[in-house]
């Protein structure tokens, strides 16, 4: 391709780019999209050649997409739990106490619950996943988006306990100021809720899900976030939990 084919090309990828940033809904942003990298039939719109429209899409609908604004209870449609398989059944796990800021479960799960905070309360909105129509809006949590803190990581050794503690410790401080993640497990096991459930965490950013038929935009809402202290691993040193 030519200069003057390489010249064309970046500037229908800005136009597209220039036509999604000016939808403010995530929706009509996918829509737009969509439409851009469907083969040019003569309807008006971007005219991007297709493996290069669809790079562009893929790239703006990840960089792109809006949280969805919180919408007042006067147009909020009824929630509804998220339908579970047939013939599943739960484990049998309950709550066996909870004491000193310590909740117990039976199988022996513990999770710290001292200097957890609140969020904005979770309410999210679920789109068909071919025509991106409004579904219904839920609050249940839709399922879990893991991660790993990033954070400082002193070698698991007796004798940088000291350095552990403080690292850890310095990240929870972290994560609860700005409220990243639901639940923390940090380098010694220790589970710490860090943002009640049905309460929204900012972990997962700009972001969108499909699964069985159903979209998900905004995942901050509408999953739980887990997060493991530790950090990628680096290939030359090996990873760190």
Not at 67 to 94: F, K, N
Request: hydrophobic residues 40%.
């Amino acid at each position: 391709m030519g200069l003057i084919g390489r010249a064309r090309e970046a500037l229908q990828a800005r136009r597209l780019e220039w036509g999604a940033a000016c939808l403010e809904d995530p929706v009509e942003k996918l829509r737009y999209l969509r439409r851009a990298r469907a083969p040019c039939d003569g309807a008006s719109g971007p005219s991007l050649p297709a493996r290069r429209t669809a790079k562009v899409a893929a790239v703006m609908a990840a960089a792109l997409l809006a949280p969805i604004p919180t919408a007042s209870d006067a147009w909020l449609a009824p929630t509804s739990e998220a339908p579970r398989p047939a013939g599943s059944r739960l484990p049998d796990v309950w709550l066996v106490e909870e004491r000193d800021g310590v909740e117990y479960f039976s199988n022996g799960l513990r999770i710290e619950n001292r200097g957890a905070v609140q969020g904005s309360p979770r309410r999210y909105a679920v789109y068909d996943a071919d025509t991106l129509e409004l579904l219904e809006w839920r609050s249940v949590p839709a399922g879990i988006v893991y991660h790993t803190t990033e954070s400082h990581i002193a070698p698991f050794r007796p004798e940088q306990n000291g350095r552990l503690k403080r690292a850890g410790q310095w990240m929870l401080e972290y994560v609860r100021r700005n409220r990243s993640y639901h639940f923390v497990i940090d380098r010694f096991g220790r589970v710490h809720r860090i943002v009640a459930e049905a309460h929204a965490a900012g972990h997962a950013g700009a972001s969108i899900w499909a699964d069985g038929g159903e979209l998900f935009v905004n995942l901050n809402a509408s999953f739980l976030g887990v997060a493991f202290e530790t950090e990628t691993p680096n290939p030359a040193r090996g990873a760190e939990l």
